[in-house]
């Protein structure tokens, strides 16, 4: 009786190391459970994707088994505590109650209910076993899938340090194209500065041509004036020179007058001499009225000459007044069309600068764009990075509870190795008996 108390005692003992063995296991774990969902929550992902349902499987089921592996051990351990105890008193009392041929039969009935409770006990140590076995199997997959997604992270860390590297290219460029952007608009604003100066200079122009053609119409109608002035002019010389050629011609009668009369006054002797003194007179008188009127026909002469060259003159500065008006106006037709292309160059310049403008403001939003994009992805990178060391915290908490379970099925095989003993020695025992 004292080996079957030894016995017993050191099943309970199994029992228990099994069962607390079973608790660390399990608390473990719930406790990467946990861990793997927050980090993969954390990472994006969700039980819903097709890539982590093995995962998600896998842990949920290697979970459930410990726990169902646990409360077995539990029950078990509970139930050969009770019915140890509860046998053995009811031994001691049949020992001092009863003959000892009842004794006997008791006796060989606690031996048939230990073998009985024996086999069951080993029988479900070694369903446990092999539930253990598939649970390994689950952690080995798990496991699998835990190095997967390691890889994962890692991969995804040096994507995002590419993105990263990328992205500063990226920011590099655009602000040299913003600096281009910047450079282009301050051009723009000095064209447009300068289409607007040269706008108000090439109207100065305009308005300078359109005074000079004014001018020269009004130079053109004094000269025309002065043309028929000067045509009137020789007009009235031309009316002087008929007088004078009349004053000549009586000039002339007078001269002759005198002559006849210096003859007259010759043949009466001395009674024609005060008459004769009186024709020298009218003779001198006409001499001189004679070369005054050639003195003037003469002046007359050099002024007709003067007003015909003051006439030719004035005709041909008329006519180059004139060729000078049609350059003047074809230069204020080349200044409007200057005018023309100086508004276009001030309108498109304008436009130009808007243009630039916006693109600046654009280029600066996609600056700060780029630089909120680079300091996330700098975010994922540490946390991925940050994950990628959880997961192998993960990984070795996996595998201690990977060499827990190894630990537990050694138990469990052991304990049922126990259990099938205890049978094998309680089924000689009661064959001793019975003989």
Do not use: W
Request: charged share 25%; net charge negative.
């Amino acid at each position: 009786m004292g080996g079957s108390s030894v016995k017993n005692s050191k099943k309970t003992n199994i029992l228990f190391c099994a069962a607390s063995l079973l608790v660390t296991i399990l608390a473990q774990a719930t406790f990467t459970y946990f861990q793997i969902k927050s980090m993969l929550g954390d990472l994006g992902y969700s039980p819903a994707d097709n890539s982590f349902k093995v995962l998600y499987t896998s842990l949920n089921s290697t979970l459930l088994g410990i726990s169902i592996g646990a409360i077995l051990i539990a029950i078990f351990v509970i139930y050969s505590k009770k019915l140890s105890k509860d046998y053995f008193m009811q031994h001691a009392r049949e020992s001092n109650e009863t003959s000892p041929i009842k004794n006997k039969d008791g006796i060989l009935e606690l031996y048939r209910n230990i073998a009985d409770n024996s086999e069951e006990i080993g029988a479900s140590m070694y369903e446990l076993s092999n539930f253990t076995d598939s649970q390994a199997a689950n952690i080995e997959q798990f496991s699998a899938a835990l190095e997967e997604i390691s890889s994962g992270v890692q991969q995804t860390s040096e994507n995002t340090q590419n993105a990263s590297d990328f992205v500063m290219t990226v920011q590099g460029t655009v602000s040299i194209l913003v600096e281009s952007i910047e450079e282009v608009a301050s051009a723009a604003r000095a064209l447009t500065d300068e289409s607007e100066s040269a706008k108000a200079a090439v109207k100065d122009g305009e308005k300078i041509v359109t005074d000079a053609i004014n001018e020269m119409n009004n130079v053109s109608m004094r000269i025309k004036d002065l043309a028929g002035s000067i045509a009137v002019l020789g007009e009235s010389t031309e009316k002087i020179g008929k007088i004078i050629d009349v004053i000549n011609s009586i000039t002339d009668q007078t001269n002759m007058l005198g002559l006849n009369a210096s003859i007259e006054a010759a043949r009466a002797g001395e009674y024609g001499r005060g008459f004769a003194v009186v024709a020298r007179s009218i003779k001198e008188l006409s001499d001189k009225s004679k070369e005054a009127t050639d003195s003037i026909s003469e002046i007359i002469r050099n002024i007709q000459e003067c007003i015909k060259e003051a006439v030719d003159k004035s005709n041909i500065g008329l006519v180059e007044l004139e060729e000078g008006m049609s350059l003047v106006k074809a230069s204020g037709e080349s200044i409007g069309k200057i005018l023309y292309v100086v508004d276009k160059t001030y309108e498109y310049s304008t436009v130009v600068t808007e243009s630039t403008k916006l693109q600046e403001e654009s280029s600066k939003e996609i600056i700060d764009s780029v630089s909120e994009l680079s300091d996330i992805i700098q975010d994922v990178s540490a946390t991925t990075i940050e994950e990628a060391a959880s997961i192998e915290q993960v990984v070795a908490g996996v595998e201690i509870i990977k060499e827990s379970i190894d630990e537990l099925v050694a138990g469990t095989q052991e304990l049922t190795s126990f259990s099938n003993a205890v049978a094998g020695d309680s089924r000689k025992l009661i064959e001793v008996y019975e003989k």
